[in-house]
């Protein structure tokens, strides 16, 4: 999970790289290098560990003669700590080849010893610095030519790699090769660029081309060159970015979650573009699997972390809807256990990256089964959805801070737009049942808009007051129970506490065991005009934890009173749907969590330990 970044150009290199590592360091930022052939045609090199501040520092205390041609690096480490040596990029041929490296080469440990017998020298613990030798040695072998060693040494790498390298012999060449990992193309007058994703060089242009799988690319100013890696040409897709970069700047934000937090109204707005006619959804990217949908008996969703807890609330709305039994299952764990899958399952992929391994192979493995296969995703030229049957691209635009907040909600509306779709196509869901859904829908935004509002300031100083907290219990229902293991999953990831997500009807068969005097618990709690029901059994759960100490902040809906009482703070959302609460009380959860961790003087965007897109198993 690391970003990459090449240019050639007319340009000096330096300063494009290390504003698109900038923009790709979300991907993992634990260390970070460049390389440039300088204008004598040297080849220079320099990379730290730390996260790209730590490179420019150094950059600017002693320089590196700047050149035209640059591939540039920022790690997550896999293999090899994050040191200054793992760092990338990595040389061979006598210092005069560089490359760098995006994914995880299973048969390294294999290559290594093979290398090292034949009398190779490393100088990391890294499977990049592999792939580097086996190049520098392919390239002399092709003798001098690039894209010939790369397809020599593709052939030999097992697992997942986006390699990027260049040469001292070919100023003004990078080539590049993908497999099971991002790489896109940017296209400009006489220069081109190479990224992770295409906010490597937006700034730059915006027309784009996607890579496929196991394809290789050789970019020089004037031209661009694809080939699958048996050296046949091949046809690459143009795309339009449909943001620019000032989308990924953080715009005057105190962080970028801030920004993306305030931009929830909008995500939500900008998904329902487009697909509502006549107060009914046509998904049109969904019509040509609408025979399809007539005939399937199941639906997976396969997704991770917060995109899985997002697949958790569509299940409701899917079998409500479209009345089609709905399983949904972490990526990781769907395709070791031999799911039963045929033609008539529909497996639905979410992820905002497009990127995420673990659920790329669980598209792939399910296609190979037979399955229909239809992506959410936010990230246009993506490998998930270019996997996929069909596409539904939610559009909150670029999500840059690790933990997921617009794109949540996002995912939420891009699934209710699907289960209406397919409601409508199988026939179960008619026009007026339709229209009242997409009239909450549309309301949700504005919603949304005043939750923030009027909520914000307040929870800000709950946050601080909270900040030694060490543990924090979040309880739902229903469509509240994903929402109480979302908040749970922000609070662990940005403010490094223990958190726990329960159905509030499992404590009394464990859980309520943790609570004790002063124990803070943050309870969903349902509308009493919607289900009196649950909200009664809610009710009566906060009964149960307050008699045993715990500290009760509840998420309640404007007006009820019954809650007041029994909870030592009340957050008031605004009236809504039992199904399109979710798209409500899980704001005061990303503000909570984002509030948390700046009380602890923690790096909201960047938490330890994480990436933003795990392109690794
Ligand atoms: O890019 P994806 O949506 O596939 O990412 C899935 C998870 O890795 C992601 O949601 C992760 O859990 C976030 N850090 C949560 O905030």
């Not at 504005?446 to 900040?467: F, G, P, V």
């Amino acid at each position: 999970m690391c970003g990459i970044v090449g240019y050639v150009g007319p340009r000096p290199s330096q300063a494009i790289l290390l504003a698109g590592l900038a923009r790709l360091e979300y991907r993992g930022y634990d260390s970070a290098g460049i390389a440039v052939i300088d204008g004598d045609g040297d080849l220079g090199m320099r990379k730290r560990a730390g996260k790209l501040g730590v490179l420019r520092d150094d950059l600017e205390a002693t320089a590196l003669a700047d050149g035209t041609t640059g591939i540039g690096h920022t790690r997550w480490a896999t293999h090899g700590g994050p040191t200054d040596d793992n760092a990338h990029p990595h040389l061979a041929d006598d210092d005069r080849l560089a490359v760098i490296h995006n994914g995880i080469i299973e048969n390294f440990s294999e290559l290594k010893s093979e290398l090292v017998a034949a009398g190779c020298t490393f100088h990391s613990e890294t499977d990049t610095e592999v792939a580097a030798v086996l190049l520098g040695r392919a390239y002399r072998d092709a003798e001098g030519d690039l894209t010939e060693a790369f397809r020599r040494v593709v052939g030999r790498l097992e697992g997942a790699f986006t390699l990027l390298a260049m040469h001292e012999d070919h100023p003004g060449l990078v080539v590049g090769a993908r497999r099971n990992s991002p790489l896109v193309i940017g296209l400009g007058k006489d220069e081109n660029f190479l990224g992770s994703d295409v906010a490597a060089f937006v700034e730059h242009t915006r027309s784009a081309l996607a890579i496929g799988q196991d394809q290789i690319v050789a970019i020089t100013p004037q031209a661009v060159t694809v080939t699958d890696f048996a050296g046949q040409a091949v046809d690459v897709e143009p795309f339009e970015v449909t943001w620019d970069a000032s989308a990924a700047d953080k715009g005057g934000w105190s962080s970028f979650m801030a920004k993306e937090i305030a931009e929830e109204p909008e995500a939500v707005r900008n998904t329902l573009l487009g697909r509502i006619h006549d107060a009914g959804v046509v998904i049109g990217e969904l019509e040509p699997l609408d025979d399809a949908f007539t005939r399937i008996s199941r639906v997976i969703v396969v997704a991770c972390g917060t995109a899985a807890y997002a697949g958790a609330v569509g299940k409701y709305a899917i079998e409500q809807w479209a009345r089609v039994p709905v399983d949904v299952e972490l990526a990781h764990e769907f395709r070791y256990r031999d799911p039963v899958i045929g033609p008539d399952t529909l497996v639905v992929s979410i992820s905002q990256s497009g990127e995420t391994m673990d659920t790329l192979m669980a598209v792939k493995y399910a296609r190979e089964r037979g399955a229909r296969t239809v992506s959410i995703c936010n990230t246009q030229g993506a490998t998930i959805p270019r996997e996929s049957d069909a596409i539904v691209y939610t559009h909150a635009g670029p999500e840059v801070a690790v933990a997921s907040t617009k794109a949540f909600v996002a995912q939420i509306t891009a699934l209710y737009l699907f289960a209406m779709h397919v409601g409508r196509v199988r026939g179960e869901l008619d026009a007026a049942a339709s229209a009242g859904l997409v009239a909450e829908l549309e309301a949700v935004p504005e919603k949304i808009s005043t939750i923030i509002e009027r909520e914000q300031t307040r929870i800000e100083q709950l946050a601080h007051w909270m900040t030694d907290t060490r543990s924090v219990l979040f309880l739902g229902r229903h469509v509240g129970y994903p929402i109480a293991m979302e908040g749970a999953l922000k609070l662990k990831e940005l403010a490094y506490i223990h958190a726990e997500g329960f159905a509030a009807g499992e404590l009394k068969h464990g859980p309520i065991a943790l609570i004790e005097p002063g124990q803070p618990v943050i309870v969903i709690v349902p509308s009493p005009r919607e289900s009196a029901l649950l909200h009664a059994k809610v009710v009566s759960n906060i009964e149960e934890i307050r008699a045993r100490g715990a500290r009760v902040i509840a998420i309640a809906e404007e007006g009820d009173a019954a809650v007041l009482p029994k909870a030592d703070e009340v957050l008031r959302i605004p009236l809504a749907g039992p199904l399109f609460e979710p798209l409500l009380a899980v704001v005061p959860l990303h503000i909570f969590a984002m509030a948390l961790s700046t009380s602890k003087g923690l790096d909201v965007d960047q938490p330890r330990n994480l990436a933003k897109s795990v392109t690794v198993e």
